[in-house]
Every structure is written in C-alpha cells, then in structure tokens.
C-alpha cells in the first residue's frame, strides 16, 4: 500500500481534474467506471500525476493504471525507482 | 429534450422468438453505460442517435458522476436505474466493460450490444478477455452481439432503433444487412441512402464473441419486414450448419427468403500446407462458390451487385423464367443491354405473332418490333405503355427491362409515372419489371418516381442484366429437383480394416488402390515384384502393355521422382524398365524403403479428370473434379462441393467445368463416359463421409473412355488424419 500522504494527494489531483469532491473518491475506485474520466481526462490525469509528483512516467504503463490507489502504488514506485 | 420516456414499444413477442435476440432487436428499455458529453466521439453519438431516431422506448444514459446527457437524467451505475433493463449497450472502453458486464447481469438485462474495441482483435490479451465477458454473459443466458462492432438498427416503425454510431437512421425498407466490417457498414448505409434503398434490420457483428450470422439468419428467417437478407462475410467458423441455415431459409417454398453474400478473404484449407492438388487448389474462390451454390446463396462479387440484386428480389417478383423483353428508346443501348443479357444467360423472348401484331399498331412504322423494341428516341409515354402492355401481356415474357436515354423531347417523369401505372395494372402477371433510365442529372426526378414505387433502377443497363440473371440463379435453385444422396452398396469394412491399420500420413497405392476398390471404383489388378523375374512374370499375366510403378512409404510424387515407367510392351522391356528405375530410385531412397514394384495392366488412352477430397476446417469433406492430368492447378477447371453430395449434383459438376465439351465430344471426338465419371463422384463422396480421417485424397487422373466404356483409376493419394475438434 503507498504512502498515505501520496494517495491524498493523488485524491486531490483527480478531484481538480475531473472535477469532483474529494470527499467522495474512494481508493479502490476505477477511474471510468467510477468516476466517470473520460479518454481525454485520462492523458490529464497522467500529466496532472507528473506535476505534483514532479516526475516522468511512461504514458503506456501510466494509461494502464485503472484506479486510485493503483495510481498511488505506481507512482510511489516511480519515486522509489 | 425530455426526460427517457416511458415504453409503449413493442412488447417482445412470445414462442418462438428467442429472448435475448428479441430484447436486442425489440426492447423496449435501453440503458447505453460509459456515455460521455462529448459530442463527437462514439460515446457521446451513439447516445444521441438513440434520442434522434425517436427509439419508441426508455432510454437511460450511465455515465457515472454526470447529472444528465443530452437533457436526460443520468446514473452512475446500471444497477441505480429504477425500472427494468431490456437491452445495454457498452461504450465504456474495453478494460472496464467485464464490470460493466457483471453489473448488466446483476440488474438482469437481457442482452448487450458491445461497441468498444480492445477484445481479440488487438491480441491475446484482448482474446483472454473477450472469452471473460462471454463466460459472464453466458452464465445469465445474456445474448451478446460483438465485441468491436458498429451497433444495431432496427427501422421498425414500433421499434426505430438505433443503437449504432452511424450518421443517420436509414430509411425503412425489405432488406436486411449482416456484416463483419464495421467500416463497411457505414460505406453501404451511405451508399444505399444515396440510392434510395431502405432496411429493415442492420447489424454490425463484430467480433462474433456470441451471436453470429447463423443465428441472425434464423431470427431474419422469421422477421416478416425482411423479404431479403444481405450479408458481408470474412471468417466463417460454423460452417455446415451456415449451409443448412441458408438452405432452409432460401429454400422455403412456401415464403423463400433470399440470401445474398459477398465472401471476403480465402477459406481456411490451408492451401500453403496442402501437398495433394485437390487441397491447393481448395483454397481458391471456387471453394466457397461450391457451398453457396448448394446452400442456394447469392454469391456477390461487389456491394453494387448486391444491392442491384437485392432490390429486384426485395420488391418484384420473382422471375418465372430467363426470357426478358427489353423496351428502349435508343438503339445502342438496346444492343448494349442485348449483349449483357445473353453473356449472363439470360434470352430475348420470342414474342408470339398477337405481341407483335399489337406492337405494329401502336408503334410508328420506323420501330422497332422485334426483340429489343426500340420505341426510337421521340417516344414519349404512350409509346413506352403501349410496348409495356404488348410484353406484359405475352406469355412468352418472363422479365421485362425498359431503358431510356434523354432526347429533348423525352418527357422523362411522365414515362417513369406510365411505368409505375402499368406495372400496378399487370401486378398479377407476376413478372418483374426493371429500368435504366441512362444518365445522371435530368434523370434523376425519374428516377426517383420508380424508387418511390419499388421500381428496380440501374445506372447501366448491363448492372440491370446482373441482377436479372442473379434472380434467375436463385429461382431455379429454389426449384430444383431436389433429390437425395445416393450410396451404393459397398464393403464398408475392407476398406475400414486398411484405413484403420494406418497411422496418420500417406497410404501407399496397394493401400489406396484397395480402400477404392472396397467402394466399387474401377481399379486395375496390380501385383507387386520384388525381382525383375516376378515383374516379367506378372506382366505376362496381365498382358502387355503393361506400367511399372515404385510402391513406397517414402515416395509420394511418382512422376517426379522417375517412379513411373508407361507402356512397356515385353519382356525385355519389364525387365529393363525394372533395373532401371530401382537404380534411379536407391539414389534417393534406401533399399529398404521400397515395398516392391507394382506391375499393372496399362490403361487405355482416355480424357482425364481429377476427382479429389479435402477436409476443410469449416466445412468438412470438399469435392473437388476438374479436368486432370499435370496441367491441373495451371487450367483451374475446376468444382467444388461439400460432401455428401445428392444424385443431381454430379450432374451438375461435370456441367460446370468450362471445359465441359471436351467430355461431350469435339470435332467428331466420341462422347466420354460422363454417367461414369457422376458414379465416381458419388463413390467418392459416400467414402469421404463415411471416413473422417481422410484428411486429402486425389484421384489424378480417373481416365474416361468413350460412353459405355467406363472409367479406370490411374493414379491415387490418400492421406490420413485425425480429426481436430474444430474439424467438421
């Protein structure tokens, strides 16, 4: 499980892209069929994650990634590596 | 725009329809899950052509965090809508669609049309998870169409469905479309709403991960707004019971539907693979030729041709007969659509004396009236009816083709509206009636005065004679004699007890010549010699001349490996044939990979034809006869058939080779003995049935005598193999 303070602010970035209340993304919760990102929102996503965490990641892996806290564990990985 | 209204569609119908395919066809509730706002994409769009064809239904976006799409109420999830789910269709992409599936099941929808790509056509991780949805669906008994398709239209007027991202709901007509190709799709829709031709159901298939076109066949078997049924085909994977669908659908007497394919890509016999001639020359069009012309499907060699056909079977009735009166006020194109008829098959009728002396009168003296009428190119209407009325009415007419070309007195909507007057007047005649009006801008408002009345049109004259021809093919197939399959009595268990002992691979020619002689072919006795002296000795058995052939498990090509000695007409010349092929040959074999030399009497000169089996993957056992010897896969004169065969189909394919008249005698040749080479075909179709293992078997060549004479086996390969499960 990654870092709690990742994962917040994983949380927070996808409520500013997609619009959302924070309060309301769940961890285990799948970016389109939960919280509804569209194909678009998905490349933002990826772009959003590399500015906060300050960091390069491959888009076809990053776009592979399907939820919240998979996002998390991914870039905590990225961060170790 | 309001909020999903509530259903007054038509209510699935009961008995025989299946349920699934109903809720796919007639549901009266859609719920469409990962529909975005964005318009522009298939996701957005395919939402909004539901609301645009006014869908006399529910329809219920899921699009999870947005309050609404279009003006209608959105939900999260397909479980949160409150009232039942007929049908789902999925545009989520492909990694989240199990889910989306799972839930579909858990709030009991019926059937799913999946439009997202990234299942197997993008590799095996794409084919893992298109077998996943298939399990989830499966296991609620949830029809599926797709994955990777275009979607469905269904024009009823209680109905109006479409859930497809086509740019428009097409116009309501007789004629379904199957197809395979999504990108085709939308090609013919654009394409038939040019012509003015209407459907009455559309389905992209896609990948056919549930439902495919047989069963589509048998729901449009029974859907009474389809009177033809078109479909684009690339792989074929149930192949036998595609025939029989398509046999028992077109050959419905009492209400044929007619079936119309094009046949996209090559089978799957394996052509590369194949050493036999039969198996390399399997894989060619003539393959699938064959099983469509038993099955009675229209065979297509373009979308043009198809729809050409279509609307002549759709809307007219069907030909009783090929002899078709042409009506024309130009000359040339009168010539033009004469040659293009007679080329297909068709014939000009022969008008009786009452057609003609009517034609005389109503026509000015410069016309004309023989076959093609030529009204000349001052005719205005009353010209064309009264022609139209003289064919009609003849009983010697079975079709009628009228043609126009616009002269500047050429009054050209008063003609089209005489012809629709007349063709209502003689609707009981049953005779179809079609037109080429020639040319594009002035025609045009005529043109659309005959599409507005089911009046077959055509760009060209010789598209017209196509599709005439087509209508006769397809109605002379429908009353045919249809016999049965006719089997000899034959030593089922010799020939069991050689094929049994084998493993997979080649037989050896005393093994093959035996398994044929079992099923009564007409095989020459043969000894093997091990020695010159039993060669010599047997040859003076058997009586010169005789043939010496090498009989090894090691050598399947005789001929090319100098294994094959013809004539010999002594002593003297066994013996040195002998010694001479036994050194040639331990050249490339070892002594003891020769069995013995097979001593034979010499057959005598004949015609030569092939007669083969291949075991297709699709279809089973193909027959295969062709005019033979070496030349064989240079001439390609060749037929196929699927095993087994009935009695009027060996007739059939020894009239189907192009070469044909060689059999039949040329410049004061004798006749050959085509009943005999009919009885071999039927032989050789009962032995294929009745062993699956055999895998590829030539026949190269049967050498036919003169008629009365017989036939005799010259040469034979038979290979052996196990069935795998998809075979036959």
């Excluded at chain 1, 491959?58 to 564990?73: M, R, S």
Aim: net charge negative; with cysteine; glycine share 8%.
């Amino acid at each position: 499980m990654a870092d709690k303070q990742i994962l917040e602010r994983v949380i927070k970035v996808v409520a500013n892209v997609l619009g959302l209340d924070p309060e309301e993304i769940e961890p285990q919760a799948n970016f389109v069929f939960d919280l509804g990102a569209e194909s678009s929102q998905s490349v933002e996503l990826v772009m959003a994650f590399e500015a906060e965490f300050d960091v390069d990641m491959d888009q076809e892996q990053a776009l592979a990634v399907q939820t919240v806290e998979g996002a998390a564990d991914f870039i905590a990985t990225q961060l170790n590596s | 725009m309001s909020a999903s209204t509530t259903s007054s569609a038509a209510s699935l119908s009961p008995g025989s329809l299946d349920a699934g395919l109903a809720a796919i066809f007639r549901p009266t509730s859609i719920a469409v899950l990962g529909v975005t706002n964005t318009p522009g994409t298939v996701p957005h769009d395919i939402f909004v052509n539901l609301l645009d064809s006014r869908f006399n239904g529910a329809v219920y976006p899921v699009a999870p965090r947005k309050k609404h799409i279009a003006g209608v109420r959105a939900y999260n999830y397909v479980v949160d809508i409150p009232d039942d789910v007929d049908l789902a269709v999925l545009v989520f992409p492909g990694a989240v669609c199990e889910m989306a599936l799972k839930q579909c099941v858990e709030k009991g929808v019926k059937a799913a049309i999946i439009i997202s790509a990234g299942f197997r056509e993008v590799g095996e991780a794409g084919l893992a998870r298109e077998h996943r949805i298939k399990a989830i669906a499966a296991e609620s008994g949830m029809r599926l169409i797709g994955p990777n398709c275009l979607g469905v239209i269904n024009t009823e007027s209680d109905v109006r469905l479409n859930a497809s991202f086509a740019r428009a709901m097409p116009a309501t007509g007789k004629i379904a479309f199957l197809s395979q190709s999504g990108a085709l799709c939308t090609a013919v829709l654009d394409y038939a709403a040019g012509k003015n031709i209407g459907f009455s159901k559309f389905v992209s298939l896609g990948n056919k991960a549930d439902v495919d076109e047989i069963d589509l066949l048998r729901f449009l078997a029974a859907d009474p707004e389809t009177a033809v049924i078109l479909m684009y085909l690339e792989e074929i994977t149930r192949g036998r019971e595609l025939m029989k669908a398509a046999r028992d659908i077109a050959g419905d007497m009492s209400a044929p539907k007619p079936i119309l394919a094009i046949k996209g890509g090559r089978t799957a016999a394996g052509a590369a693979a194949a050493l036999s001639h039969t198996g390399a020359l399997a894989a060619s069009a003539e393959v699938c030729d064959g099983v469509f012309e038993q099955s009675g499907i229209v065979r297509c060699a373009s979308i043009e041709e198809m729809f050409n056909t279509a609307q002549l079977l759709a809307y007219q009735p069907l030909a009783r007969g090929h002899r078709i009166a042409i009506v024309t006020n130009a000359g040339g194109p009168g010539v033009m659509a004469t040659d293009a008829a007679v080329n297909q098959g068709l014939q000009l009728a022969r008008f009786s004396t009452e057609t003609v002396a009517a034609l005389k009168k109503a026509l000015p003296a410069a016309a004309n009236t023989k076959n093609p009428i030529d009204v000349i190119g001052d005719a205005r209407e009353d010209r064309y009816a009264a022609a139209l009325e003289a064919v009609f009415a003849d009983d010697d007419v079975d079709q009628v083709l009228v043609i126009l070309t616009p002269q500047s007195m050429t009054n050209i909507n008063a003609i089209a509206r005489a012809i629709c007057e007349l063709r209502e007047r003689f609707a009981s005649t049953r005779k179809p009636l079609v037109c080429s009006f020639m040319g594009s801008r002035d025609v045009a408002p005529g043109i659309e005065i005959l599409q507005e009345h089911m009046i077959p049109h055509y760009l060209l004259p010789e598209w017209a004679a196509d599709a005439m021809w087509n209508a006769v093919w397809y109605g002379r197939w429908l009353t045919r004699e249809r016999t049965e399959v006719e089997t000899y009595a034959v030593d089922r268990e010799k020939a069991a007890s050689v094929i049994d002992a084998v493993p997979d691979g080649y037989l050896i020619e005393p093994q093959a010549l035996d398994v044929l002689d079992a099923y009564g072919f007409p095989v020459v006795d043969y000894e093997i010699a091990t020695s010159s002296d039993e060669a010599v000795a047997a040859a003076e058995r058997f009586g010169y001349p005789v043939v010496l052939r090498v009989v090894s498990p090691k050598i399947v090509h005789k001929f090319e490996m100098k294994g094959v000695v013809l004539n010999l007409g002594s002593a003297d010349e066994v013996r040195a044939a002998y010694d001479a092929m036994r050194a040639n040959l331990l050249v490339h074999v070892r002594s003891e990979d020769i069995t013995g030399i097979m001593v034979r009497r010499m057959i005598p000169a004949g015609k030569e034809v092939i007669l083969g089996v291949n075991r297709d993957p699709v279809f089973g056992h193909m027959l295969m006869l062709g005019l033979g010897g070496i030349y064989v896969e240079a001439f390609k004169d060749v037929t196929f058939r699927i095993v087994p065969i009935r009695r009027s189909a060996a007739g059939k394919m020894v009239r189907e080779l192009r070469t044909v008249s060689v059999l039949e005698g040329l410049r004061g040749e004798e006749p050959s003995d085509i009943p005999g080479i009919e009885e071999a075909l039927k032989r050789l179709s009962q032995l294929a049935d009745d062993f699956p293992r055999i895998a590829e078997l030539d026949i190269n060549p049967l050498i036919v005598h003169p008629r009365g004479e017989g036939c005799h086996v010259a040469d034979v390969r038979i290979r052996l193999e196990a069935m795998g499960p998809r075979s036959r």
